[in-house]
């Protein structure tokens, strides 16, 4: 059972359009909602992160639109570039004996053309 | 260095042997955890430590798979009879306890890839 959606697979984006990935949730407990970027080799880092009281956050080129009701929420990428070419995960996450557990969707590999 | 060091970068092992795979993780981080990624998937989770003590392992997928943290620092993740499904890449991560008003993020190492022959 797939915990988070996420969507869609792979995306190609020319340089300086706008990358749009969404993710869909079930579990109504999730309480933390944070995107990975990972380049290839290398572990997912932390891009920007979202809480279910919010609705949008922005951070420079990056910003999180959340939908609770729906329990929906996207990555938007303005002004794409050809380094953010990389695998996008988003995560829903669970506080648990003082950390959050992130369960991560299957991943969006975005390519930026110059 | 400062981040999550694991060792090693590549493991190529023959069907039925045992495997360790080693997380050291960024110093003072209490929390740990193992994920698995396979081939164009997302990271699955396998086990959380918090301090010496697995809070979750719930993602283990059977008995064969088993993850100690004897002094609350490095982590050694510990495989036994290793099938070909066995292969992919292990993730481990680390981050703090959370105090009020800080992020959940996890700070992950490059990963031990696994191939199981």
């Known amino acids: 059972q797939q915990q988070v959606k996420q969507s869609p697979q792979s995306l190609i984006v020319q340089k300086g359009g706008i990358s749009i990935i969404n993710c869909a949730y079930e579990?109504?407990?999730?309480?933390?909602f944070p995107w990975y970027q990972q380049f290839p080799g290398k572990g997912p880092a932390l891009l920007i992160a979202?809480?279910?009281?919010?609705s949008e956050k922005k951070e420079g080129r990056f910003t999180i639109s959340f939908n609770k009701s729906a329990k929906q929420f996207s990555l938007h990428i303005m002004d794409s570039q050809p380094g953010d070419s990389a695998t996008y995960f988003c995560?829903?996450?669970?506080?648990?004996?003082?950390?959050?557990?992130?369960?991560f969707g299957r991943g969006t590999s975005l390519i930026v053309h110059p | 260095g400062a981040g999550v060091s694991q060792t090693p970068s590549n493991k190529v092992t023959e069907k039925g042997k045992y495997v360790e795979l080693r997380c050291d993780p960024i110093?003072?981080?209490?929390?740990l955890y193992w994920y698995r990624q396979s081939l164009g998937q997302g990271p699955e989770f396998l086990i959380y430590?918090?301090?010496?003590?697995?809070?979750?392992d719930s993602g283990l997928p059977n008995d064969r798979f088993f993850a100690v943290r004897p002094e609350g620092s490095v982590s050694t993740l510990k495989i036994q009879r290793t099938e070909r499904g066995d292969s992919a890449v292990y993730l481990c991560?680390?981050?703090?306890?959370?105090?009020?008003?800080?992020?959940?993020?996890?700070?992950f190492g490059e990963g031990s890839r696994l191939t199981v022959l």
């Open positions: 991560a680390s981050s703090l306890r959370l105090r009020a008003g800080e992020t959940g993020e996890l700070f």
């Open positions: 579990n109504t407990a999730f309480d933390y």
């Open positions: 979202i809480r279910p009281d919010v």
């Open positions: 995560a829903a996450s669970i506080m648990a004996g003082g950390s959050y557990i992130p369960t």
């Open positions: 110093s003072g981080h209490t929390a």
């Open positions: 430590f918090q301090g010496t003590g697995a809070a979750d």
